[in-house]
């Protein structure tokens, strides 16, 4: 749903949006989401985007691979410049408020676009079902949620995160 740049009234318009996306890559599920966003005319072709988008999408715990829903409640407050208004095409050292700025080419915007980004920067980087998830047991895979692992290398140090460095000290 584009839209036009000369649309959008001076005093700005809202939109209410109810939609499934793609977060991940094609071929996953599609994540409903729901978003009011309020779109106004800031100046110079700037577009000021502000409003709250809301999702549950489905993810893998990163400890026990188990999917969950995770939910998803954010604030989105971003302005939208046209492409033309960079310098010129040269490369220069991004400013601190040109981190914070989106840009739109041609005459016109997709607020989908924005929504989508907003998902996927709340989603977080290792999802964990539960912040007291035991996880896998790195020998035999047991999940060590659902029933307590036997075995007893665990511990050991040929098992540890640095156990491939005792080889590197041997030589």
Known sequence: MAIKIN????EGLTLQLADKVDLFDKGTASTGFSAVLNIKPAGNGIIHISGKVQAEPELECSRCLKHFTYKIGSEMDIDVSPLSAMTGGHEHEL????????FYQGDEIEP????KEQLLISIPMVPVHSPDCKGLCPVCGTDRN???????????????????????FKK
């Open 112 to 115: 989908l676009d924005f929504v």
């Open 146 to 168: 659902l029933a307590e692992c036997k075995c007893t290398n665990e511990g050991k140090e040929e098992f540890g995160p640095f156990s491939g460095l005792k080889d590197l």
């Open 95 to 102: 400013a601190g408020g040109e981190l914070e700025t989106e």
């Open 7 to 10: 649309d959008i009234p001076a």
